[in-house]
């Protein structure tokens, strides 16, 4: 069984905040992803990192930004959340073996910006 | 622009028979195939891919087949079982050296006792 750990699980927030989500993986995998969900639709990759100090830019445009100053850690934050940030965010990571490689994805933190 | 469907946004079947959820994508270039599947509240968790140079792929109760002229993939389970009843994602995956995944909306399959 994976292990990755995204935190808060939750989050309720007012507009204008700055907000970070926490994603972990014991796994000592190099490549780490984010991908947001909203209900119904499919998964779009809007952050993913190939290693330390390694970051991109995924298909889907976003606000949020991110960092991988430790292979363990990649957390997105959002500086100033608004209504159109509501959606589910999914943290992934996989070792460097190619496309026989899945990802393993964390349960996800569902945000909602009121 | 989508680029891979899952048209079926619900399915139901009987415990014991033959689930078939179907993806069809539009991008030729895909040469990677996954299926993935979600509980409610949790992530999605890798469940059986195919390679573009196999038409057929099995693992236990699931096999994947994969229809390239025809830009199509199924999922089969067989026979169905309770716990499978989940949200299954479609995604697709360009050439090697490329590992980012497009997926597909879902299908909600549920399995009925």
């Known amino acids: 069984e994976a292990d990755i750990y995204q935190t808060p699980r939750y989050l309720v927030i007012g507009t204008g905040k700055k907000i970070t989500l926490e994603c972990s993986q014991t796994m000592g995998h190099d490549k780490m992803y984010w991908y947001q969900q909203d209900p119904g639709m499919e998964l779009h990759l809007i952050h993913y990192?190939?290693?330390?100090?390694?970051?991109e830019k995924g298909d889907l445009s976003s606000e949020s930004t991110v960092s991988r100053i430790r292979t363990e850690h990649f957390p997105l934050t959002l500086e100033s959340a608004r209504p159109s940030h509501t959606s589910q965010y999914l943290c992934?990571?996989?070792?460097?073996?190619?496309?026989?490689?899945?990802?393993?994805f964390g349960n996800g933190t569902r945000l909602t910006v009121t | 622009d989508q680029q891979v469907k899952q048209n079926s946004p619900s399915l139901s079947v009987q415990e014991g028979r033959i689930s078939i959820l179907n993806c069809d994508y539009t991008n030729s270039m895909f040469d990677y195939f996954l299926w993935y599947k979600k509980y409610p509240a949790e992530g999605p968790t890798f469940l059986i891919s195919?390679?573009?140079?196999?038409d057929k792929n099995e693992d236990g109760r699931f096999t994947v087949f994969l229809n390239k002229s025809a830009k199509h993939l199924s999922l089969h389970i067989v026979p169905s079982q309770p716990g499978d009843s989940a949200v299954y994602f479609c995604?697709?995956?360009?050439?090697?050296?490329?590992?980012?995944?497009?997926f597909g909306t879902g299908t909600r399959l549920t399995i009925i006792p």
């Open positions: 990192s190939y290693g330390v100090n390694s970051t």
């Open positions: 995604a697709a995956s360009l050439s090697f050296g490329n590992e980012k995944l497009t």
């Open positions: 195919i390679s573009s140079i196999k």
């Open positions: 992934a990571s996989k070792l460097s073996q190619g496309l026989s490689s899945p990802l393993h």
